[in-house]
């Protein structure tokens, strides 16, 4: 999937003229793309428009205009966009309870290497920002890279391509770690759109 360029960023002015469309648009397209894993996480397979939100967003709030600051933007949230032959994706811990959360976290050390996509029952290894990682406690929210197989990769390609339907492929997402272990199955419509990522 092609990074987001420099010339495909809105000023303000302009952005804010389309905004409550492009918003509307790009949120509903993220409620397709969630999926709850256990009670206390979500997750949202990225694509370019969620990271283009996101950019834009954040010039928006923070009133960013300086180029350098705009390129910084636009350098971090590419992050998000999936490279060719992979998916991507944000999970993010939703505890509301300060305590329980701050407990979790602590317990939940080194949760960021226990994710993992399952297509057809072939595993993948989440990738994770080992930046970002601390060493007495996990982080509120994990940014994956999910690397397929070229038969995962030639199966979801089928999908986007009208060629088989997404019922025909099972998918999970999974956290396999003491303090949570959980498994997510990807409903056929969020199967559909993270098809069209790969192609």
């Not at 999970?91 to 290497?113: N, P, Q, S, W, Y």
């Not at 009208?162 to 199967?191: I, M």
Request: charged content about 35%; proline content about 4%; glycine content about 4%.
């Amino acid at each position: 999937m092609k990074p987001i360029q420099r010339d495909e960023i809105l000023d303000l002015g302009a952005y804010e003229a389309i905004r409550d469309r492009f918003r509307a648009r790009v949120i509903d397209e993220k409620k397709r793309r969630r999926v709850l894993l256990g009670p206390h996480a979500s997750c949202v397979f990225e694509n370019r428009d969620t990271a283009l939100m996101q950019i834009q967003e954040m010039l928006r709030t923070e009133r960013i205009t300086r180029e350098g600051a705009v390129l910084h933007e636009i350098e971090t949230y590419n992050q998000l966009v999936p490279a060719d032959g992979e998916l991507s994706a944000t999970v993010m811990i939703e505890i509301d309870d300060r305590d329980t959360r701050d407990a979790f976290l602590v317990a939940g050390r080194g949760l960021d290497r226990a994710f993992a996509l399952e297509i057809d029952g072939e595993r993948f290894a989440g990738k994770w920002d080992a930046a970002r990682e601390l060493p007495d406690r996990t982080t509120t929210v994990h940014y994956l890279k999910f690397p397929l197989s070229d038969a995962a990769r030639a199966k979801l390609t089928a999908i986007a391509r009208g060629e088989a339907k997404a019922t025909s492929v099972t998918a999970a997402l999974v956290a396999d770690h003491d303090a949570y272990r959980h498994r997510a199955d990807l409903p056929p419509e969020l199967v559909a759109s993270v098809a069209e990522d790969v192609v």
